[in-house]
């Protein structure tokens, strides 16, 4: 920079200043979550030095997404939670597009951006949904109504908006069980006994399998992944849309060691079915 453009910007700051409009553009963006000037990095008001080496990665996203510290078997409920949903194999269309974006000559970010973008309400979704219908159930209990009572109608009103599929229960895979799940409900029934969460999401839970059980002739529906971990996101009191927030987080490790595999291992425009197989045409 010049003297005169030195001379200029600093003219022009002045007159920013006096105008008012230095506040318009420190208040253009505002946050509580980080505070940063040279040399200092502030994340919700601790310095970055004294986090690192000293909170877990999974304790790291809980403060820097809620502001809020987690330690003890809470903290040990969320890292499980990330922990389960990581991967669930090249068959998943979040896996797959990362794996074909890599053959077609894309970086590691771009395969993992196109992977995340197809985690919609169907693929990636349900575990807000399950938060959703868990809080549901809690608020009709909170006004007066049995467990039972509250679980029936709630299914009830799910089913009419939603139709037949309740988000968390059932796997086109794992039957009678997810492996995930009694795992998960384990981890949380050891953290109640500690006191760490209340249990009443677990039992929501608990009681909509035994329903839908019961509707089937006794025939075990699988609570699956998510709703195995939207039982942990209720437990820890989160808002149903950050439940799939963190979903992506979790699956995201899975696709970037998909993309990576994939980039080791080479290939060119890869499809979804191999060359020597044609789709159906209808025209």
């Known amino acids: 920079m010049t003297d005169r453009q030195a001379v200029n910007q600093g003219k022009a700051m002045r007159q920013l200043e006096a105008s008012g409009g230095a506040n318009d553009v420190a208040d253009w963006w505002r946050t509580s979550i ?3 000037e040279p040399g200092r990095i502030d994340i919700r ?15 790291m996203i809980w ?22 949903a990581v991967d669930h ?17 894309v970086g590691l970010n771009n395969a993992m951006a196109s992977a995340v973008n197809v985690l919609g309400d169907v693929h990636g979704g349900a575990g807000e949904q399950a938060v959703e219908l868990y809080q549901a159930i809690a608020e009709r209990i909170d006004a007066g109504a049995g467990l039972e009572e509250a679980v029936a109608e709630q299914l009830d009103a799910w089913r009419a908006a939603n139709g037949k599929y309740v988000s968390g229960f059932g796997h086109r895979f794992h039957k009678p069980v997810d492996p995930r799940g009694p795992r998960l409900l384990g981890l949380v029934d050891e953290a109640v006994a500690k006191g760490a969460v209340s249990g009443r999401f677990a039992a ?19 609570l699956n992944i998510d709703g195995s971990t939207a039982v942990i996101y209720a437990e820890l009191g989160c808002p149903a849309p950050l439940a799939r927030g963190l979903f992506c987080l979790s699956r995201s490790v899975g696709i970037l060691a998909h993309a ?15 060359p020597g197989y044609r789709w159906t045409y209808e025209g």
């Open 45 to 59: 008001g601790r310095p970055i030095q004294e986090l690192i080496g000293t909170l877990s990665f999974p304790q």
């Open 260 to 274: 990576w595999e994939q980039k080791q291992q080479g290939g060119r425009n890869k499809g979804p079915t191999p």
């Open 34 to 36: 980080i505070d940063m």
């Open 63 to 84: 403060l820097l997404v809620t502001g809020e510290a987690i330690d003890g078997e809470r903290a040990k409920l969320l890292e499980a939670a990330l922990v389960a």
């Open 89 to 105: 194999g090249p068959q998943a269309p979040s896996i797959a597009i990362a794996r074909m974006a890599v053959t077609c000559g």
């Open 204 to 222: 929501i839970a608990r009681a909509i399998g035994d329903r839908l059980a019961a509707e089937r002739g006794g025939n075990p529906v699988p």
